[in-house]
């Protein structure tokens, strides 16, 4: 594990309600997460659990609506003109301070879908420079130099030509290339990706990951995967979080997720991905809904769907248990007076023939 002081962003115990017509949604519900320089974490989980809220309160770009009940996000970064260290906690400043000093310039995100992100009254060209002439005062002619390499380190062919289109020109691949030279565009410490795949072709989806994986590791960024999909996190993270109901619950290596998950819930993330080498013919799908926020569960969230549910789920929320000094996971099956639960034999034969694949590049997924 690197040292502490190598901790980039460090998020405690965030509690997040939003006020709502039909009354209030407890969407956060005590996350906790780390993130070291160069890092690349990722946050799994199905929709609504409450991934994309947490990273948009890291951004300092939560809805009007949304009121933070505890927690800290500390952020730490260097100043540009001596190197001098410094850390913030991002929830208590305001958001001009977070505009001129955050959003952008140290922390970027890129969105899932790149036509929402892009103004489609404005070339390409001015969108990649808007952010280094408003954050640095960068001259036209500067930025548009740099606008250019950008847009050639992300593999758009052409790009001073691509730097006059608009954004209703290019594909939908080139767009989210776009997008991806913008977030870059003032060398920010951490890039946050939301489901930055989602709307483009398997192939696509490919090249974005490598590319995002190729410039992460030339510039030393720090990454933040949010995704609902644990094969593109076998691809790029180093740790994983998984997310539901607004509560992490099961965190880890990304060997650690793989091949010994813990809950229940992971377990069924696992078994729902695709698997060729199966011989069912069948998707396995979880059970039943995410819980209604609205009137949040008084035991674990996870209960109603779990087949391996306990008695205590419906009564008490189980806490983090420890596993190991990289891994723990927040279930009653852990706790130890709990009845020995084994994972599906279906789930452990996919585990065992991932560690097969894995053996061929040297161990890892």
Known sequence: MPEERDK????????????????????IRGVNIDLYRGQTVAIVGESGSGKSVTMK???????SNAIVNSGVIDFSYKHLEDGRPDHVDILKQNKKWIREHINGRRIAMVFQDPMTSLDPTMTIGKQVMEGMMWHYNTPKEEAWKKAVEL??????????????????????????????????????DLLICDEPTTALDVTIQARIIDLIRRVQQERGISVIYITHGLGVVAKVADYVNVMYAGRIIEKGTINDIFYDPRHPYTWGLLSA??????????????PGSPPNLL?????????????????????????????????????????PRAPKVEMPDALKA?????KKEAEKYGGKL
């Open 8 to 27: 980039i962003l460090d998020i405690q115990n965030l509690d997040i309600t939003f006020r709502t017509t039909a009354g209030p949604v407890h969407a």
């Open 57 to 63: 309160a890291a951004m300092g770009i939560l809805a």
């Open 151 to 188: 847009l050639d380190e992300v593999g758009i062919e052409e790009p001073e030509k691509r730097m006059k289109n608009y954004p209703h020109q290019l594909s939908g691949g080139m767009r989210q290339r776009v997008v991806i030279a913008i977030a870059l565009s003032c060398d920010p």
């Open 273 to 286: 991905m695709p698997d060729l080498a199966t011989d069912d013919p069948r998707l396995y799908t979880i």
């Open 295 to 335: 009137h949040a569960p008084a035991g674990d969230a996870f209960a109603p769907r779990n087949r391996y549910a306990l008695v205590v789920d419906d009564k008490a929320e189980p806490p983090m248990f420890k596993i190991s000094e990289t891994h723990s996971a927040a279930t009653w099956l852990l706790d």
């Open 350 to 354: 996919r585990i065992a023939r991932m």
